[in-house]
């Protein structure tokens, strides 16, 4: 059975920083690209993060670059999401997941429902207070 467990989540202020983690089983990390989402009440999941499978290329939303990076430790098969100057609005539960292509140039593409490898986990839920 294929997974992903997201953890690492808490309270922060505005302006501090977070490590998010995600934990890969059933599959090779290595093999695939992966990306962070994020979901809040009411709305659509969006991706604002993504890496290839070698951590060769990133990609950012535009409302989170410059504040986060995405990294990946293929031999402990995790993604981690380093979060500095959060701010109230990135409030959100994070989901990870390994991605069918990359699609660096297009994040809309890359973030669709149909370029997800693993069914989605429960995430972890990042507040920021201001």
């Known amino acids: 059975v294929q997974v992903v467990v997201e953890s690492g989540g808490g309270l922060v202020q505005s302006g501090g920083s977070l490590r998010l983690s995600c934990a890969a089983s059933g599959f090779t990390l290595s093999n695939y690209a992966m990306s962070w989402y994020r979901q809040t009440p009411g709305k659509e999941r969006e991706l604002v993060a993504a890496?290839?499978?070698?951590?060769?290329?990133?990609a950012y939303a535009d409302s989170v670059k410059g504040r986060f990076t995405v990294s990946r430790d293929n031999a402990k098969n995790t993604m981690y999401l380093q979060m500095n100057s959060l701010k109230p609005d990135d409030t959100a539960v994070y989901y990870c997941n390994a991605n069918k292509r990359w699609y660096g140039n297009d994040l809309r593409t890359m973030g669709g429902p149909d370029n997800v490898l693993v069914s989605w986990g429960q995430g972890t839920q990042v507040t920021v207070s201001s």
């Open positions: 890496i290839t499978n070698r951590a060769l290329s990133t």
